[in-house]
Nanobody, 122 residues
Framework: VQLQASGGGLVQPGGSLRLSCAAS????????IGWFRQAPEKAREGVSC????????YYADSVKGRFTMSRANAKNTVYLQMNSLKPEDTAVYYC????????????????WGQGTQVTVSS
């Protein structure tokens, strides 16, 4: 199983980025999927996720209205569209997958990608 996150970079405040997470060895359509981030000296936190229990998409309060998570099952890829980026969004972003997660915002997943750096700075 491999999750490959990409799309990070340096962007000015107010800008946008789209992260991608391509999966191999599993079908993301059957898994809980989460986007997490970790800033220096901070705990890893949930950004957005899709649970296996109700298939709903959840967002952290800090990103609601600015970030959108989507999935392309045919490409076995999930995306995180990030708009109106703020300096406090700066972190390493990780995607994760798990066969059974009802509380999908907690970072207790079986499979993790390698992370992609997002830096929001002028």
């Amino acid at each position: 199983v491999q999750l490959q996150a990409s799309g990070g970079g340096l962007v000015q405040p107010g800008g946008s980025l789209r992260l991608s997470c391509a999966a191999s060895g599993l079908s993301l359509g059957f898994y809980a999927i989460g986007w997490f981030r970790q800033a220096p000296e901070k705990a890893r936190e949930g950004v957005s996720c899709i649970s296996t229990s109700d298939r709903s998409t959840y967002y952290a309060d800090s990103v609601k209205g600015r970030f959108t998570m989507s999935r392309a099952n045919a490409k076995n890829t999930v995306y995180l569209q990030m708009n109106s980026l703020k300096p406090e969004d700066t972190a390493v972003y990780y995607c994760a997958a798990d066969p059974l997660r009802s509380d999908c915002m907690t970072p207790e997943y079986d499979y993790w990608g390698q992370g992609t750096q997002v830096t929001v700075s002028s």
